[in-house]
């Protein structure tokens, strides 16, 4: 009888008390508040918490150009400005399969994240951003296109995404260059590009070259009216 109520205890005690030891530690583990000690990039920090613990953060849902794309540098700074050195709070959000953090940088009332945004430092990155208030973000965007801010001012701004893609995955090999040199050439002046039949295919400004139509229209290029490549 004794033993049968220890263990009726035990389970209540179990029930009881291990759910709030587990919430207790997802709350802490919720947000991260320090000192932004180091910026990566435009859309990565480094957070130092009270416990002396580094975390670096991925902010989430947005995506800033790669550094050696137009305004990759600019976002780099923009973040700097906006946070380094400063108290932030983190919400976490999700880890990546890089291991980092993914999270909502606060600081004063302001969001880090929708502050890129909307001015043009960060494309909206839909694919991972699924939160309720994914939609606004969505639409600030939509605002910083249309009012042509930051990135947005730039003729063909292209993708971070597509351009870690195209500089990885689908960047010909020397070879294949050599092979095809010939097949397109694109105008650096007005973005048009044409095929090697065209009267323009050695124009003045022609100094782009490209192994196929894809790769011309990928760097930001439009085919020609006359040749239609
Ligand atoms: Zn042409």
């Given at each position: 009888?004794?033993?049968r109520?220890?263990?009726?205890?035990?389970?209540?005690?179990?029930?009881?008390?291990?759910?709030?030891?587990?919430?207790?530690?997802?709350?802490?583990?919720?947000?991260?508040?320090?000192?932004v000690?180091?910026?990566?990039?435009?859309?990565?920090?480094?957070?130092?918490?009270?416990s002396?613990?580094?975390?670096?953060?991925?902010?989430?849902?947005?995506?800033?150009?790669?550094?050696?794309?137009?305004?990759?540098?600019?976002?780099?700074?923009?973040?700097?400005?906006?946070?380094?050195?400063?108290?932030?709070?983190i919400?976490?959000?999700?880890?990546?399969?890089?291991?980092?953090?993914?999270?909502?940088?606060?600081?004063?009332?302001?969001?880090l994240?929708?502050?890129?945004?909307?001015?043009?430092?960060?494309?909206?990155?839909g694919?991972?951003?699924?939160?309720?208030f994914?939609?606004q973000?969505?639409?600030?965007?939509?605002?910083?296109?249309?009012?042509?801010?930051?990135?947005?001012?730039?003729?063909?701004?292209?993708?971070p995404?597509?351009?870690?893609?195209?500089?990885?995955?689908?960047a010909?090999?020397?070879?294949?260059?050599?092979?095809?040199?010939?097949?397109?050439?694109?105008?650096?002046?007005?973005?048009?590009?044409?095929?090697?039949?065209?009267?323009?295919?050695?124009?003045?400004?022609?100094?782009?070259?490209?192994?196929?139509?894809?790769?011309?229209?990928?760097?930001?290029?439009?085919?020609?009216?006359?040749?239609?490549?």
């Amino acid at each position: 009888m004794i033993i049968r109520r220890f263990v009726i205890k035990s389970i209540f005690f179990s029930l009881v008390f291990l759910p709030i030891l587990f919430l207790n530690q997802a709350c802490a583990r919720n947000t991260i508040s320090g000192k932004v000690v180091s910026v990566t990039d435009g859309d990565t920090i480094t957070v130092l918490d009270s416990s002396n613990t580094q975390h670096k953060i991925r902010i989430y849902g947005v995506d800033c150009p790669e550094s050696h794309q137009g305004y990759g540098q600019k976002a780099k700074q923009f973040t700097s400005d906006l946070v380094f050195g400063k108290t932030v709070e983190i919400k976490i959000m999700d880890t990546d399969r890089y291991g980092r953090t993914v999270g909502i940088v606060n600081i004063d009332s302001k969001s880090l994240n929708a502050e890129l945004i909307i001015n043009g430092m960060a494309w909206f990155y839909g694919q991972y951003c699924k939160a309720s208030f994914c939609s606004q973000w969505n639409q600030y965007q939509e605002e910083a296109r249309s009012r042509k801010i930051g990135l947005w001012s730039m003729q063909n701004p292209i993708p971070p995404w597509e351009f870690r893609h195209g500089s990885s995955k689908t960047a010909p090999n020397p070879t294949t260059i050599t092979q095809n040199a010939g097949a397109y050439h694109g105008n650096s002046k007005s973005m048009v590009f044409h095929s090697s039949k065209c009267k323009f295919y050695d124009c003045k400004n022609c100094t782009a070259v490209f192994p196929d139509r894809d790769m011309a229209i990928k760097t930001g290029f439009r085919p020609c009216g006359e040749c239609k490549p």
